[in-house]
């Protein structure tokens, strides 16, 4: 009984440090239904009230499904540029069929691969975009092409990560942290230098990780298949590295705020959520956003098993957290989900109802409880 108060107490980290020791999260917050009214929305329509030729590089997975719905509401002509793999639009749970009808018959679709640069340079060209949102851009040589097409682009807008800061003892990152160029994320800062260089009118954000329904990274789904299966939920280390989550749609309203805003012009701005969280407080979090009972965490060291290429936790293991006051100041943008609503928002319009992006795998999770089971 003492380890466990102990456990809780260490857990009770100062704000803005989440906490999820508590009671379970109510009936009433896990399966609230909200409309999405993203703050300032209607400050954003006056500031540009033209509409916008707008192109999106991807729109169709999980972050530009979210953008591209709010692009259309505001008036703007919105065209995804994919290879066409996947179905251009999809109806969202919790969407009426009058708000997919509206959505799917304004927005175009442009064919191609983006490393078909011949062809990136001629059909864009043709169209004459005004403003290009990039959502899955990796490399600067993907990007030159764009902006060649372009020439009287008016915004290239950037999606870009928190993963390029170098490590640091001194946490949250901040925009002007030093970068790390041996990051994997290392080509979307030799883009933010092309952008730069070239002298288009660039915004970068960088997310830290992103959540919410259609998420295809294993953020939350990984919990949550272990939370539906009633397994123990491993974890590296002591549990208590701390990291950081943001809402997609909470992102998609950043990336909107963003457009024809004179304070975002070759600006960066880390997005995320208000509060930072442990391991052990996203485990307790996603059990209560799903309504299942309090999780029995296991937790493990790392260096005594050898996993191959698999991956046994979905978060880098480290403090990883970055400071979001700069959107906050300087485009009034505010994260309109607290982790456990949020995470309730991804449960219930998307895990809740069967739909998953990976089936589960258990494989790294009986090498460390087998191994705990033989040392008790």
């Not at 009936?27 to 030729?53: E, L, M």
């Not at 999606?159 to 390029?164: E, P, R």
């Not at 990336?255 to 805003?261: D, K, M, Q, Y």
């Amino acid at each position: 009984m003492a380890a466990t108060a102990s456990l809780k107490i260490s857990l009770l980290l100062p704000s803005p440090i989440s906490d999820f020791s508590g009671a379970a999260v109510s009936i009433s917050t896990q399966k609230r239904r909200r409309s999405w009214q993203p703050r300032g929305a209607r400050i954003q329509v006056s500031a540009a009230a033209d509409s916008k030729n707008i192109l999106v590089m991807g729109g169709t997975r999980f972050i530009g499904v979210f953008l591209s719905r709010l692009l259309v509401k505001e008036g703007h002509q919105v065209t995804l540029f994919t290879r066409g793999k996947a179905p251009i639009t999809q109806q969202l749970p919790g969407e009426s069929d009058a708000e997919y009808a509206e959505f799917s018959s304004k927005v175009q679709h442009l064919k191609g691969d983006r490393m078909d640069f011949e062809f990136v340079k001629t059909s864009l060209a043709a169209k004459g975009y005004d403003v290009v949102y990039d959502i899955n851009g990796r490399e600067a040589v993907e990007v030159e092409p764009i902006i060649e097409a372009l020439p009287n682009l008016e915004q290239y807008i950037y999606c870009s990560s928190a993963g390029v800061y170098l490590k640091s003892d001194l946490l949250p990152h901040c925009e002007s942290d030093a970068v790390d160029p041996k990051s994997r994320h290392k080509g979307k800062l030799e883009t933010e230098s092309l952008l730069t260089s070239r002298g288009v009118n660039w915004t970068s954000i960088r997310p830290v990780y992103i959540y919410g329904p259609l998420n295809y990274n294993p953020v939350e789904e990984w919990f949550f298949h272990r939370l539906k299966a009633g397994r123990p939920i491993p974890i590296p280390g002591a549990g208590n590295q701390i990291t950081q989550l943001g809402h997609v749609k909470d992102l998609a309203t950043a990336f909107n705020l963003v457009l024809g805003n004179p304070k975002a012009s070759q600006q960066i701005f880390n997005i995320s959520g208000a509060k930072y969280v442990t391991f052990d407080g996203l485990a307790r979090a996603c059990a209560k956003a799903g309504g299942f009972p309090e999780p029995e965490l296991v937790h493990y060291n790392p260096k005594d098993f050898d996993f191959g290429k698999k991956k046994a936790f979905p978060f880098r293991d480290q403090h990883f957290f970055a400071s979001i006051e700069k959107a906050r100041r300087e485009l009034g943008w505010t994260p309109q989900f607290d982790l456990v609503e949020g995470l309730a928002d991804s449960y219930n319009l998307d895990f809740g109802r069967g739909t998953f992006r990976k089936a589960a795998d258990f494989t790294t999770d009986d090498m460390i409880l087998g191994k705990k089971l033989a040392t008790v």
